[in-house]
C-alpha cells in the first residue's frame, strides 16, 4: 500500500486493513480475519467511528470492575493484537492482570507467533513515557504483564475441541474476563461458568454482545485508548449495569445513521 496523506479521512481504517494483510501473511490470523473485521467496519460506519457517550459509559463500568476483580485477565486473539496489541498491554499494566492469548482456530505455531508479537509490543511499550497520571515506574510495572497461552492446562466448560483450551492461570481461576471481539459460544460458557465478561463489539446484535456482562459498542483500539485513561483515574465507580440498555442506545445511533443516509 502506497503512502496514505495524513488528511485521508479513511487513513485509519485502511493502516488498521493493511496491518491486518501482513499479519495474515505472516500466519498470525485465521483465514476468517478479514471478513470479521469488514463486518465490524460497517457497523462502525453507522455508529459515525467515534466512541459515543453509551460506549464511553460502558467504558467507564468496564474499568470500576476491572480494578474491583481479584483475579483479572485479558483475553485475546489475533486481530485484537494486530489492531489494539499496545493498547492492551497498557491497560494491563495498570490493572495489573495477565493478558492470555486464546484462539477460536487454535494452532501452536499461531498461538507462539502472536506471544511473540505481544513480547515486542510489551517491549516498546514499556520504552514509552508513563501515561499521564501514571506515577509509578512504568518500565517495571509494564514489563512485569504476564502473557499466557501457549501452555494451556485447563479447558472452558460446556465448550469441546481445541477452542475450549486456556490457562489456569489466565481464564481458568478468572472472576472478570475482558474479552475484545470474542465468538458467542465461548462469551455464553464464560458466563455460564460464573465469570464477568465484558466485550468489545462493534455489532449490538451478536450473541456476544447480547450474552456479555459489559458491552463495549466501539472499534477496539479506540474503546482501549479510552479504558487506559479510566483505569490510570481509578475515579469510576461499578453501577447497576444495564447491558440491554446500552445495546439499545447503540442500536438507535445505528438507526438514526440510516434515516439520515
Same mark, same amino acid.
Not at 490457562?167 to 458467542?184: N, T
Given at each position: 500500500m502506497g503512502d496514505i496523506p495524513e488528511s485521508h479521512p479513511r487513513r485509519a481504517s485502511l493502516l488498521a486493513r493493511q496491518s491486518l494483510v501482513e499479519a495474515a501473511a505472516e500466519g498470525l490470523l485465521a483465514d476468517s480475519a478479514m471478513i470479521a473485521h469488514g463486518r465490524g467496519e460497517a457497523f462502525d460506519y453507522l455508529l459515525g467511528e467515534t466512541t459515543s457517550d453509551s460506549a464511553m459509559e460502558a467504558i467507564r463500568e468496564v474499568a470500576a470492575r476491572l480494578l474491583a476483580a481479584e483475579r483479572p485477565v485479558i483475553s485475546v486473539n489475533g486481530n485484537t493484537v494486530v489492531l489494539a496489541g499496545e493498547e492492551l498491554i497498557r491497560v494491563a499494566a495498570v490493572v495489573g492482570c495477565p493478558? /492470555?492469548?486464546?484462539?477460536?482456530?487454535?494452532?501452536?505455531?499461531?498461538? @507462539?507467533?502472536?506471544?511473540? $508479537?505481544? @513480547? /515486542?509490543?510489551?517491549?516498546?511499550v514499556a520504552s514509552e513515557t508513563a501515561p499521564k497520571g501514571w506515577e509509578e515506574d512504568w518500565r517495571e510495572i509494564v514489563g512485569s504483564v504476564v502473557l499466557l497461552g501457549d501452555a494451556a492446562d485447563h479447558s472452558i466448560p460446556g465448550l469441546e #475441541?481445541?477452542?475450549?483450551?486456556?490457562?489456569?492461570? #489466565?481464564?481458568?481461576?478468572?472472576?472478570?474476563?475482558?474479552?475484545?471481539?470474542?465468538? #458467542?459460544? $465461548? *462469551? /455464553?460458557a464464560l458466563v455460564a461458568a460464573g465469570k464477568q465478561v465484558f466485550v468489545v463489539d462493534l455489532n449490538p446484535l451478536s450473541r456476544t454482545s447480547m450474552t456479555a456482562t459489559v458491552t463495549i459498542v466501539d472499534e477496539v483500539s479506540r474503546a482501549? @485508548?479510552?479504558?487506559?485513561?479510566?483505569?490510570? @483515574? #481509578?475515579? *469510576? /465507580?461499578?453501577?447497576?449495569w444495564n447491558n440491554t440498555a446500552a445495546l439499545n442506545a447503540a442500536l438507535s445511533i445505528i438507526s438514526d445513521a440510516s434515516v439520515d443516509a
Open positions: 493478558i /492470555e492469548v486464546n484462539l477460536y482456530y487454535r494452532t501452536p505455531e499461531r498461538v @507462539s507467533g502472536l506471544l511473540g $508479537r505481544l @513480547s /515486542e509490543q510489551r517491549d516498546a #475441541g481445541p477452542r475450549a483450551k486456556c490457562c489456569w492461570e #489466565g481464564i481458568g481461576q478468572a472472576d472478570v474476563v475482558l474479552v475484545p471481539l470474542e465468538d #458467542g459460544d $465461548r *462469551c /455464553e482501549f @485508548s479510552e479504558l487506559l485513561g479510566e483505569v490510570v @483515574s #481509578g475515579d *469510576c /465507580e461499578s453501577s447497576q
